[in-house]
């Protein structure tokens, strides 16, 4: 047996800075999740669909390539946008955490 003390689960999900906390990250996760899917598949469908405008040239690189590599920097500044939100939340998850301890 553990000699930390177990929280109470149920007072800390009706805690409003752990609610706060939840759906701050829920909202993060959702809107990213639906961002990133829906340019993905904007992406897909121009790949499909649009093939003479996918094969036309910038700068030497076609844009189906180009395409390829905005997703790859899409991906990067989610994970940056993650990162700077993750110290908020991790005040917050610690201010949560205190509470519960007393």
Known sequence: ????????WEALARDPHFRELVSSRRRFVAIGT?????????YLALLGYAKDFMSKEV???????????????????????????????EAM???VAEEAAR
């Open 34 to 42: 639906a961002f990133y899917s829906a340019y993905f598949l904007v």
């Open 93 to 95: 998850a610690r201010r």
């Open 59 to 89: 700068l030497g690189i076609s844009l189906a390539l180009w395409g390829g590599l905005s997703i790859c920097a899409l991906t990067l500044v989610m994970a940056i946008l993650y990162a700077r939100r993750a110290s908020g939340w």
């Open 1 to 8: 047996m553990s000699s930390v003390a177990e929280p109470s």
